[in-house]
């Protein structure tokens, strides 16, 4: 089993930053992908960014230029850098592991408000 935890979610103004951390642990050496999904009211979750050891990072295109995504290994922890942020960021953010096997693990979200 893998556990996940999100945390750095909050309030922040159009045009500010936040840093989401995600903090893994259990059997994470099956974990081959990590990525961060979204979910905004009336809408369905959709891919921010993923990062494999092999593959360069996947950035959805509403976020390319404005969002980071990294990894520190000796923490097993992995980061969304948020820039920029606009007014429709706004949503609850998931953390997301994919092992090898083809399951999927998710952690209990973090709400991210962009407003004024």
């Known amino acids: 089993q893998v556990q996940l935890v999100e945390s750095g979610g909050g309030l922040v103004q159009p045009g500010g930053s936040l840093r989401l951390a995600c903090a893994t642990s259990?059997?994470?050496?099956?974990?081959?992908?990590m990525g961060w999904f979204r979910q905004a009211p009336g809408k369905e979750r959709e891919l921010v960014a993923a990062?494999?050891?092999?593959?360069?990072?996947k950035y959805a295109d509403s976020v390319k230029g404005r969002f980071t995504i990294s990894r520190d290994n000796a923490k097993n922890t992995v980061y969304l850098q948020m820039n920029s942020l606009k007014p429709e960021d706004t949503a609850v953010y998931y953390c997301n592991g994919h092992d090898t096997r083809g399951n999927d693990y998710w952690g209990q979200g973090t709400q991210v408000t962009v407003s004024s």
């Open positions: 259990g059997s994470i050496f099956s974990i081959s992908v």
């Open positions: 990062t494999a050891s092999y593959a360069t990072a």
